[in-house]
């Protein structure tokens, strides 16, 4: 079945304060969607939401993926119907190397007698390893334990090459990385894309949109989706920021708030 995500009039909270306002999506397979924004305006916190993050309170709306109830399934069963998070900051886990950890990934998503062969894995893993240009010696390490930014944003995306999943929510995977880094690291996204995949690229620059071509390009503030146009809109925010939305929507300046 072809891929289809829909988000409608999402609301969500943390600790007791409404972040997320009224969130529509609709994503199909095969297509980039960008949502860009200022900071603070709660884009992690949708991407959080999403995934079935315990801190996020969703208290209105609905989201499915092919039709099924995403809201009513535990993180463990999103990922397994394709849910897939590269999150701004990637934690770190001591103690569990990276191999381990992708493996356990892959495996949990799927029947039991079905795990993928250690052969299978080394080769897969290792070929992803070579196209983002990384060190193969990162597999043997702990996951994101005393990696640059840059080292943790390419480790997400091996993530996502590997567990090939149907919609993937990258959020600000572009901070942090030089241009050479964001080469590499787009270059994987794009060889990934596919009629039964959809992408949801959170970012800040329009910078990123230069090699990971978006079909749409939503603008958010204040918890929801205030515009969406093509390409073109983020080459005008890239110019002129985003004062004008907020003229154009009578929005007043929100409070100065941390980027989480
Ligand atoms: P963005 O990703 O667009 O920069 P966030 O979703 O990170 O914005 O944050 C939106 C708002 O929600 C901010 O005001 C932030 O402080 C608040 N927020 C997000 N997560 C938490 C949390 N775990 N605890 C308290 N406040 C949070
Ligand atoms: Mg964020």
């Not at 969500?12 to 009224?22: D, M, N, Q």
């Not at 999506?25 to 297509?31: H, Q, R, W």
Request: charged share 25%.
């Amino acid at each position: 079945m072809a891929t289809h995500f829909v988000i409608r009039g999402l609301k969500a909270a943390v600790e007791g304060k409404e972040i997320i306002t009224g969130f529509d999506l609709e994503m199909k397979g095969g297509e980039v969607h960008a949502v860009m924004g200022p900071n603070g305006t709660g884009k992690s916190t949708l991407a959080s939401a999403v995934m079935g993050h315990p801190k996020y309170e969703v208290t209105a709306g609905s989201i499915t993926l092919n039709g099924e109830n995403v809201l009513e399934m535990s993180v463990d069963e999103r990922a397994r119907a394709g849910l897939f998070l590269a999150m701004q900051y990637p934690s770190e886990i001591s103690g569990v190397t990276n191999a381990d950890f992708l493996r356990s990934a892959i495996n949990a998503r799927r029947e039991e007698g079905q795990e993928i062969s250690l052969i299978r894995f080394i080769r897969q893993m290792e070929a992803k390893m070579k196209e983002l240009e990384m060190d193969p010696a990162f597999a043997h390490r702990y996951l994101n334990e005393g990696f640059s930014g840059g080292e943790k944003k390419r480790n997400e995306i091996l993530q996502m090459m590997m567990l090939e999943p149907k919609v993937a929510i990258l959020d600000e995977i572009d901070s942090g990385l030089d241009i050479d880094a964001l080469k590499v690291v787009a270059g994987g996204v794009n060889s990934m894309r596919s009629e039964d995949r959809c992408f949801l690229i959170i970012t800040h620059y329009q910078r990123l949109l230069n090699y990971i071509a978006p079909d749409f390009v939503h603008v958010m503030m204040q918890g929801r989706i205030v515009k969406s146009g093509g390409p073109e809109l983020a080459e005008r925010l890239e110019r002129e920021g985003y004062d004008w939305i907020k003229e154009e929507l009578g929005i007043e300046d929100e409070k100065v708030s941390q980027p989480m």
